[in-house]
């Protein structure tokens, strides 16, 4: 489905009694994350969304207590900053919620920690024993398969962990 289809689905929906209030207040929350993602650096910008605002108190998911930490030392200049675009809260409450950023985590920064470990011929030989000796499966052919990938090309020698 286009982006253009689905925009003219949400649209729809907004427009039902049962759904125009919390369309309305996604579309709020996500406009405000958008202010907000400028206002935060841009390093840190990725690890921490608005939660809600709720008494006037903000409250801002971060990814781990580094990130807490910092947006906690930045918190006075954001409060202002916000303060001076018409936003009427006076506190900003910081969350911890890592399990949140699972599926949101930029793949190039999964890259960089990949760590490479050698296949030796040693590993190689005990996987083709467990294979000729083992009754065909699901798990069994993987293996076959992955020995396959692994012996055609011999100059990648390594496996990702």
């Given at each position: 489905?286009?982006?253009?289809?689905?925009?003219?689905?949400?649209?729809?929906?907004?427009?039902?009694?049962?759904?125009?209030?919390?369309?309305?207040?996604?579309?709020?929350?996500?406009?405000?994350?958008?202010?907000?993602?400028?206002?935060?650096?841009?390093?840190?910008?990725?690890?921490?969304?608005?939660?809600?605002?709720?008494?006037?108190?903000?409250?801002?998911?971060?990814?781990?207590?580094?990130?807490?930490?910092?947006?906690?030392?930045?918190?006075?200049?954001?409060?202002?900053?916000?303060?001076?675009?018409?936003?009427?809260?006076?506190s900003i409450h910081l969350?911890?919620?890592?399990?949140?950023?699972?599926?949101?985590?930029?793949?190039?920064?999964?890259?960089?920690?990949?760590?490479?470990?050698?296949?030796?011929?040693?590993?190689?030989?005990?996987?083709?024993?467990?294979?000729?000796?083992?009754?065909?499966?699901?798990?069994?052919?993987?293996?076959?398969?992955?020995?396959?990938?692994?012996?055609?090309?011999?100059?990648?020698?390594?496996?990702?962990?």
């Open positions: 489905m286009t982006s253009q289809k689905v925009n003219v689905y949400l649209d729809m929906l907004g427009e039902s009694p049962q759904y125009k209030d919390i369309l309305s207040l996604a579309h709020t929350l996500y406009e405000n994350q958008l202010v907000f993602a400028k206002l935060v650096p841009a390093n840190l910008a990725p690890y921490c969304y608005l939660s809600k605002i709720n008494d006037n108190e903000l409250t801002v998911i971060a990814k781990n207590g580094a990130i807490a930490a910092k947006l906690k030392q930045l918190s006075p200049t954001l409060l202002d900053k916000l303060q001076r675009l018409g936003w009427k809260i006076t969350l911890v919620q890592g399990n949140f950023f699972q599926d949101k985590v930029d793949s190039s920064d999964k890259q960089r920690h990949i760590k490479k470990i050698n296949f030796t011929h040693a590993a190689r030989e005990s996987l083709n024993e467990f294979v000729t000796t083992s009754q065909d499966s699901e798990l069994i052919r993987a293996v076959k398969s992955f020995l396959q990938k692994h012996e055609s090309n011999p100059t990648q020698r390594h496996l990702k962990k």
